[in-house]
C-alpha cells in the first residue's frame, strides 16, 4: 500500500525558518514527479514546489520564489522543501503529492501544519 508522509511542520517565527520532508512507502518517489501544495483557511489549495523525476527540473509559486527550495534525497527516498524567511500568509496545511504522468494514478500526503506568528 502507497503511503506519503509529510513531517517537520510546526510554529515558527517570522523570518525563520522551516524544512518539511515527504517520505514514502510502497512507492520509489525517484520515479516520479513530486509537487508541495498548502492550503490555508478559507482559500483554495495552492502549488507551491514542483520537481520532476529526475530532479534536473524545479519550480516554485510567485509567492515563494527565492524563499522555498524543493529537494530530493533519494537515497532515503524523501523530497523536502526548504522554508527560509517565511511570512505569516505562509500559514497553512502543506501537503507533497506524486503523481504518474499519462496515468490517474495520484497519491497525497495527509499533510502537515505550518503556522507562522509571533
Known amino acids: 500500500q502507497v503511503q506519503l508522509v509529510e513531517s517537520g511542520g510546526g510554529l515558527v517565527r517570522p523570518g525563520g525558518s522551516l524544512r518539511l520532508s515527504c517520505a514514502a512507502s510502497?512507492?520509489?518517489?525517484?520515479?516520479?514527479?513530486i509537487n508541495w501544495y498548502r492550503q490555508a483557511p478559507g482559500k483554495e489549495r495552492e502549488l507551491v514546489a514542483h520537481?520532476?523525476?529526475?530532479?534536473?527540473?524545479?519550480n516554485t509559486a510567485e509567492s515563494v520564489k527565492g524563499r522555498f527550495t524543493i529537494s530530493r534525497d533519494n537515497a532515503k527516498n524523501t523530497v523536502s522543501l526548504q522554508m527560509n524567511t517565511v511570512i505569516p500568509d505562509d500559514t497553512a496545511v502543506y501537503y507533497c503529492n506524486a503523481y504518474q504522468i499519462g496515468t490517474r494514478n495520484v497519491w497525497w500526503g495527509q499533510g502537515t501544519q505550518v503556522t507562522v506568528s509571533s
Open positions: 510502497g512507492l520509489t518517489l525517484s520515479m516520479y514527479p
Open positions: 520537481i520532476s523525476s529526475t530532479g534536473r527540473v524545479t
